[in-house]
Each structure stands twice: as C-alpha cells, then as structure tokens.
C-alpha cells in the first residue's frame, strides 16, 4: 500500500475555472517548498503544460479510455514517483465532474478516475452569476453518485464581501466546507484560441502567469486544509506502472544495436503535444529521444533513426514553419529513405504537401485546411496494414482533436493504407517510400497514449533499432 496525499480538483461544468485554481493550487504548494506532482484527467495536452511550469515536473495525463480502468491509479503512482517523492498529488479534471463518454454512463469522467484512485474532490464553482444557488450545486454534487468523497469547495469569481457571506452561509446547510474565495481577476486568466488555451510553450509570459495564480491563491485559498483534505487520501494498493514492465508484456525484444538510436521528437512552440510516458517508453527500449524544434533547427540531430511527430499547432505557425527549408529538405530525405516515422495529427499536417496552402515537407500526397467544424472525441482504431506501429488488425483507443481536414492530392491503386480506420472511417496514411515491405511512415489524426498500447512503442522501437543498424541509416539525414 502506498500513501500518496492527492486531491482531485473539479467543477460543475467546464469555464467555471478549474484549471486556473488547479494550476493555482500546483504552483502555490510548490512555493511552500513540497515536491508536487501535477495530473490531468482526459486526453487534453494543454493543460499539462500549465501543470509543467507550475510543479517543475512533467504533467501527466490520466484516462481510462486511452490505457485502461486498471492502469490509472499505476500510472498515477508512477508520475508520483518518476521525478522524486511526491509530496501532493494534485488532479486537474476535465469538463464538468460527472461527465465522460457520450453514451457510456461517464465513462472516463472526473468522478470515474477520482473512483479509480480512491481520492478526494474539491469543487471549483463560478459564483459570478449566483449565490444561494451555489449550494445546490454543491449539494447536487456531493449527493449525486453514492461512494464519491466531496470534501471542499473553492469559490471563484466572487463579487463582493457580501456575495461571499451570501453563498457560504447557503453552503453551510450542505456541509461541505469553503476552502477558498477568489475575487474576480481576469489578470490571471491565460488566452484561448480556436482548440482551447494557447500552450503554455507558446508565451513567453506564461510563467510569470503561474506565479501570479500562485500568488492569488496563497493569498486566498486555506492550503493547510487543502493539504489535510489530500493527506485524508486513503492509500492506493497496487505497483506503479513501470515502462519497462509493460514493453515485456508486449513481447519487446530487439536486439542490440551497439548504442542507442536517436528518435528525433518535434518540438518547440509548433509541437507541445505528447504524453510524457512516450518518451519513458522509447528510453525504456533502449532508444534516445531528442528534442529538436521544426521552426529554428536546420536539420534532424545527428544520427537520427526514427522520428516522432506529435501534436501542436502547424496551421498557427505555417509561414514559419514552410521557411525552414533546410529541416523540410531534412525531414523529406529522412522519410524517403524509409526511416520509421509516425506523424499524429499535427505531425501528419506537417507531412503534408501545404498547410492552407503554405508548402509543408511534401512527404504525404495530401493538402491540410482549416475547417468550420472542430473534430472531438475518443476513437476506437483499427490498423488495416502492417506498419511501424500496428499489425494488421491491431486495435488500439485514442482521441481526436483539430479543426483541420486533409484532401488527398493522388493515391494510386492499392496504396498507400490508410493509418487508422476510426471507427470504421479511413483516416490518414500507411506509407512505404523506401519499398521495405512494410509501411514505414504512420501518419493519422489519431492521438494514442502508449503507455495503454505498449506493443505500439515495441513495434517502433523494433522499427527504429533495424533502421540504426542499416548502414546508411546516419548518412540520410546529412
């Protein structure tokens, strides 16, 4: 059994603030001096960021959907332990508590994964526009689903001295306890843009964001009671999830190869988006992942065998992305030359041959626009090739996230596959440039979480350790 002080910090609905009282909460208790550890609830990639910068840990995302029922409290218990003792675990949730997948009884919701890993919950609600009213929420809340531990409420928003006494003196028929107020301050708010906050790696005044939320919530939240509500946490039974155990549950077995590959991963202000337990995972296999940025490198670092293309925001940084022709003439090469790659959404856009028209690497025999309709949800996928990634008939979860569609520009007979078939849609490409007999390039919309399909992170690694041992494999990205 394992004693991890753990709060999950929720609210009625989304808007209501959560994520900045949360990330608030994060960078405050950090400020005291304890080690925490900052999770989020659901497939978002933002909002980890934020928990990034206020923890000086990696954020880390918790969902049943992407890896299972069974592995949410062990891979809570491995992002307490991956960078250090954790002190406090503090649990961002997603939209409002008790929702979750369409159509499967909040399957995935807050309360789902605060069930999951027996913690407590503490409720953000936007007072701005009520009073008394509050405390039907709450109580709603508290009574709704038997077995759930509502132990504390924030309020956000709050107009006046008045208005507080108000709701609180509601609140006290409910008997859940007021832990804080905070006044309204939009000061403290972070910018949206058309796919939610705009990333924490893309503003440069983030930071000094963070340490004003801190501020404000030191100043207005009760962090001793807030501590003692996660330290209430009763202990978690089980292991923490451990990358190299889930490789050799997925048969990973690849050889040496004399060193350990270079996977080159995207990153900087265009690329933000990828689970930290993917890197773990590559490390784990005997791979280095090694961060370049697409916007201001001028080539793939040295002795790249693989490439890792995750999410972010392409169509935002187009021009400058389509000027850096040197890191597109390097990339181009790379995956002509059959080096194994996968490109999830953002990174297929890149692939692309133009971004609402502004030349991309050109690797792909598609065009990406921007769209009216934003694309959301989780994704059953079923792979209908051999690749990098999956066997034929391999299946896998994941989720969609972008305003963007893809047109293909040609496709001859018989090929290329698609990546995925989304619940039963064709969506991206399977890709063999090089003619090695098995696609090399994946590239779909799709965001998989790999730590719930470590036979994918094996079959790359496989992948990329073959790739390393060719010959020419350093010469292609020169």
Excluded at 169 to 191: C, K, M, N, Q, Y
Excluded at 337 to 346: H, I, K, L, Q, S
Excluded at 353 to 367: E, H, I, Y
């Amino acid at each position: 059994m394992t004693h991890l002080p753990r709060l999950v910090v929720t609210a009625p609905a989304s808007g209501h603030g959560k994520t900045t009282v949360a990330t608030g909460i994060m960078a405050a208790l950090r400020r005291e001096g304890l080690a925490v550890g900052g999770f989020k609830v659901g497939p978002d990639f933002i909002d980890p960021g934020y928990h990034s910068l206020a923890t000086g840990r990696p954020g880390r995302n918790l969902d049943p959907f992407l890896t299972s029922e069974a592995l949410v409290a062990p891979l809570l218990l491995h992002g307490a332990a991956a960078h250090g003792p954790t002190d406090v675990a503090v649990i961002e949730g997603v939209m409002g508590l008790f929702d979750g997948r369409i159509d499967h009884d909040g399957f995935a919701s807050t309360a789902h994964v605060a069930s999951l890993t027996r913690s407590p919950v503490v409720v953000v609600v936007d007072v701005s526009h009520l009073s008394r009213t509050a405390a039907a929420i709450v109580h709603g809340l508290a009574t709704f689903e038997p077995g759930l531990h509502v132990a504390g409420v924030v309020l956000n928003k709050a107009a006046s001295a008045r208005h507080t006494r108000e709701v609180r003196s509601a609140l006290e028929a409910t008997g859940v306890p007021v832990l804080g107020v905070l006044p309204r301050d939009a000061g403290i708010e972070a910018p949206s843009r058309h796919l939610g906050l705009v990333p924490a790696q893309e503003r440069d005044e983030a930071a000094a964001t963070v340490e004003r939320l801190a501020e404000r919530v030191a100043e207005h939240v009760d962090l001793a009671a807030l501590l003692a509500v996660a330290h209430a946490a009763p202990p978690l039974g089980g292991m923490p999830w451990s990358p190299a155990d889930a490789l050799g549950s997925a048969g990973y077995a690849a050889g040496s190869t004399g060193g350990r590959p270079v996977v080159a991963v995207a990153g900087g202000r265009s690329f933000t988006f990828r689970y930290t337990e993917t890197d773990e995972l590559m490390r784990a296999a005997g791979l280095d992942p090694v961060v370049f940025d697409p916007l201001d490198d001028e080539a793939l670092p040295p002795g790249t065998a693989g490439l890792y293309l995750g999410g972010g925001f392409p169509e935002v940084h187009a021009e400058s992305l389509s000027s850096n022709g040197s890191m597109l003439q390097s990339i181009s090469r790379a995956v002509a030359g059959g080096m194994p790659t996968v490109a999830e959404c953002a990174g297929m856009l890149y692939l692309c041959r133009t971004v609402d028209g502004v030349p991309m690497v050109g690797a792909l025999p598609l065009s990406a626009a921007m769209g009216p309709r934003l694309t959301l949800g989780y994704r059953t996928a079923v792979s209908v090739t051999d690749s990098v990634v999956a066997v034929d008939g391999q299946r896998v979860t994941g989720h969609e996230f972008h305003r963007t569609t893809v047109t293909a520009l040609s496709r001859a007979a018989g090929e290329p596959s698609p990546g995925w078939r989304l619940d039963g849609i064709p969506d991206g490409l399977a890709l063999d440039p090089a003619e090695t007999g098995r696609a090399t390039v994946h590239a779909s919309y799709l965001h998989t979480h790999w730590a719930g399909h470590p036979a994918v992170a094996a079959r790359f690694a496989t992948a990329v350790h073959k790739h390393a041992r060719r010959p020419v494999a350093a010469a292609v990205t020169s």
